[in-house]
């Protein structure tokens, strides 16, 4: 009999296994993970996908202008005579660019702010999370564009501008959860054997305050996504880069609307909704597996009738 | 009483912000590279009296501030100027007298431009805003209600979409096919050349102009409006004393109505207030695509011909309007939640 029990051993709760099991359950964040890494390998393996080389020198003619799709380009061309379906395989390096490096600096400036305030508290979380309060008030849109507009419109410019004005919620967020795993009792006793701010910052703090961060990074990568797009739609890119956001800006203002190019218009915007889908299911999903909170309510039919918190 | 202090202190905090924006406003434009000494005088055909006389008239002449001449490149100047005839209090002094400068481009008060964008983004804003809300606010509670059915995931699902949707894309995409199914005007807000008869064909040309930005910024912001107002009730909806309501043999109609609609509310209106501030800065994509005459447009065409007092004005009032905005959100709220004043 004992056999029976023990066959049946629950699964692990701890560690990345335990992590895996409990995500693998969830549908978003599988779905999102997966819409992500199909991204990333194209991204990686743009040169062997893209039938075409968009930045070859061709032989324009009348007839390539907005060529409808065909067998050999089974997306069409654009205003230049480019292959379509190349250029998009190949917008998807910018975006992805731009989605991690400009999160990783608004994760990193957030990140620094909120612990800093969270701890040491008193004046120096007064004035910082003043300060962060200034800055949230202030419009992104705006203020990258004008930013933007005042330097030169280069892939750095822009993946620095996105990060550094993305980074409020992250900080307040960081904070919070500071604030309130500081209070418990194995920092203190952390303290009463002597480990000095840094050490409990490093061992105690940032371990508790990690998965919060991860499921923030997600987001802020599908945000400075958008942000790249609508930047480079609004023409603020470097034109040498080949971005989804400018191929629409292209697109949009050399006349593919009267053209009827559908196809033009139509395939970077999906590309953007794709990779930023992706990025959002997997950020809702991961904080439902790593923050379990509401599972049903007391209107819902059924035996989840009463309400159940899990891990409050 | 505590209620006033609370006011003052918000009251305060708002002045504050708005004096931090101005001098951010100021400084932006003089510390990065494209700075407007030069900008608006590029041509290289100009003779230097030409240039002098340009700077004279834009102000440009005199130095920055107190013991700097210039801050792109940074040159250090006379500390013993007085500090009245500095290029920062001539601009502060300006604003006090709601002048924004001159367009390089048009060469027209800036005030002037812009007041005339304003209420033309005002007007999209303001039917599209009511629409998102009234339906996010309807579909939101349908969703909490019916909270992990196949109702409630497909509204899960399409907000998600909807929030994913580059805004701007959504514009093209709803132009492209409106204008060509539908035969919907492509862009401005009145028909160019039209003589109108009456004053109701004249509103009429208008709405139809209205209908499809009107469409994409209600997309935009209906997932947003749901999603809250989903969580919102949801919240509510586990609170205890719905059970009691439950147990008592309320309706879920009457429990909805009387119990959770009222509380669910609280974070639904903070969220109006502040999205009121920032659609007046998100008009961009959807000005820019439609060609719509206001701040949005006016942004993205300055953008354009470098026209940096139209750019400088234009974030000014977009930001002192969220400012307001997140204000009145804060006072409402803390009107609305006596909680909050017992702080």
């Known amino acids: 009999m004992s056999a029976v029990i023990t066959s049946k051993a629950p699964p692990p709760a701890t560690g990345f296994l335990g992590f895996w099991h409990t995500f693998r359950r969830n549908k978003m964040a599988v779905v999102g993970l997966f819409m992500l890494v199909m991204a990333i390998l194209t991204a990686l393996f743009a040169p062997q996908l893209a039938p075409y080389d968009p930045k070859a020198i061709t032989r324009v003619t009348i007839e390539d202008i907005y060529a409808r799709p065909s067998a050999a380009h089974w997306l069409g061309k654009d205003d230049a005579g480019r292959d379509v379906l190349s250029s998009f395989i190949y917008g998807s390096r910018v975006s992805l660019i731009v989605g991690f490096f400009a999160s990783m600096i608004s994760i990193f400036i957030g990140g620094v702010i909120g612990i800093v305030a969270g701890f040491y508290g008193g004046r120096v979380e007064n004035l910082l999370m003043r300060f962060t309060d200034v800055m949230l008030v202030i419009p992104d849109l705006p203020l990258t564009v004008v930013i933007v507009a005042l330097t030169k419109p280069s892939l750095f410019n822009i993946i620095f501008v996105i990060g550094i004005v993305g980074w409020t919620g992250t900080a307040r967020l960081v904070r919070s959860q500071t604030l309130a795993v500081k209070e418990r009792k194995f920092v203190l006793r952390a303290r009463a054997i002597g480990a000095g701010n840094l050490h409990i910052i490093r061992y105690h703090i940032l371990p508790l305050v990690l998965p919060l961060l991860v499921v923030n990074t997600v987001l802020i990568i599908s945000l400075a996504i958008l942000n790249e797009s609508t930047l480079s739609f609004l023409g603020l890119s470097d034109p040498t880069t080949l971005s989804w956001g400018q191929m629409l800006n292209f697109a949009f203002t050399r006349g593919a609307m009267s053209a009827g190019a559908w196809w033009v218009l139509v395939t970077p915007g999906l590309g953007i909704v794709w990779l930023v889908l992706g990025c959002t299911l997997l950020g809702q999903g991961l904080e439902q597996v790593l923050n379990p909170r509401l599972e049903a309510h007391h209107l819902a039919a059924g035996p989840g009738m009463v309400a159940r918190r899990l891990g409050d | ?343």
Not at chain 2, 45 to 52: D, S, V
Not at chain 2, 111 to 139: K, P, Y
Not at chain 2, 247 to 269: E, R, W
Not at chain 2, 288 to 296: E, Q
């Open chain 2, 1 to 343: 009483m505590r209620y006033f202090r609370i006011v003052l202190r918000k009251l305060a905090w708002a002045v504050f912000t708005v004096v931090f924006v101005i001098c951010l406003n100021f400084f932006l434009f003089r510390v990065l590279p494209g700075d407007p000494a030069r900008a608006g005088i590029r041509d290289p055909r100009l003779t230097r009296q030409a240039i002098e006389a340009i700077q004279v008239r834009f102000g440009l002449d005199k130095p920055v501030i107190n013991c700097v001449e210039s801050l792109n490149p940074f040159t250090p100047g006379d500390c013993l100027i007085n500090p009245l005839q500095t290029q920062f209090f001539i601009y502060v002094s300006n604003l006090l007298r709601g002048e924004l400068g001159i367009s390089y481009h048009s060469n027209r008060p800036v005030a002037t431009i812009l007041r005339e964008q304003l209420w033309n983004t005002i007007l999209l804003i303001g039917v599209a805003q009511v629409l998102a809300i009234v339906l996010g606010m309807t579909l939101g509670i349908a969703a909490a209600w019916k909270a992990r059915t196949p109702i409630d995931y497909l509204a899960l699902l399409g907000s998600l979409m909807a929030w994913s949707l580059p805004t701007f894309w959504l514009g093209i995409i709803l132009l492209f096919w409106g204008s060509t199914s539908l035969g919907l005007p492509t862009a401005g807000k009145s028909t160019p050349g039209a003589n109108y008869a009456t004053l109701w064909q004249q509103w009429a040309d208008l709405g139809r102009h209205l209908i499809l930005p009107t469409l994409t910024y209600t997309i935009v912001f209906l997932g947003e409006y749901m999603l809250i107002m989903r969580s919102a009730v949801l919240d509510v909806l586990s609170e205890d004393y719905i059970l009691t309501a439950k147990a008592k043999g309320l309706s879920t109609f009457q429990i909805l109505k009387d119990h959770a609609l009222q509380n669910a509310m609280l974070p639904m209106v903070t969220i109006i207030a502040l999205n009121l501030g920032f659609t007046v800065a998100g008009a961009i994509q959807i000005e820019s695509v439609f060609s719509w005459p206001g701040l949005g447009k006016a942004i993205f065409d300055a953008v354009g011909r470098r026209d940096y007092p139209v750019l400088q004005g234009a974030f000014l009032l977009i930001a002192v309007a969220v400012i307001l905005a997140n204000l009145i959100a804060d006072l409402f709220y803390s009107y609305l939640d006596p909680r909050v004043q017992t702080e």
